[in-house]
């Protein structure tokens, strides 16, 4: 397992952008693939992105074309863009580690402890 740490959760209003990124101290970081979930009060996990160590993205339909998952390696980091946040988008976001582009979090055996994103209409 691995340790993960998220960052850059807030408040932002309709329309704007935000970027999490989460890392890691552990230097098999880039052995896994890097997820992105998120969980909004009274629903359930969902899958966001995830990215394998060469680059290869999935995405879940409802990102698609506003949100942008990227690693950086060689600093332990993998971030996720989001542009054009709608209400919806509020929940609290998860980086997790994984060893394919799985989309259900069964298969993630490290969770970083959350950030918050919350988006104003």
């Known amino acids: 397992q691995v340790q993960l740490v998220e960052s850059g959760g807030g408040l932002v209003q309709a329309g704007g952008s935000l970027r999490l990124a989460c890392t890691t101290s552990?230097?098999?970081?880039?052995?896994?693939?890097m997820g992105w979930f998120r969980q909004a009060p009274g629903k359930e996990r969902e899958f966001v992105a995830a990215i394998r160590r060469g680059g290869i993205t999935r995405y879940a339909d409802n990102v698609k074309g506003r949100f942008a998952i990227s690693r950086d390696n060689a600093w332990n980091t993998v971030y996720l863009q989001m542009n054009s946040l709608k209400p919806e988008d509020t929940a609290v976001y998860y980086c997790a580690a994984a060893n394919d582009l799985y989309s259900s979090g069964n298969y993630y055996s490290s969770w970083g402890q959350g950030t918050q994103v919350t988006v104003s209409s």
């Open positions: 552990e230097r098999t970081f880039t052995t896994y693939v």
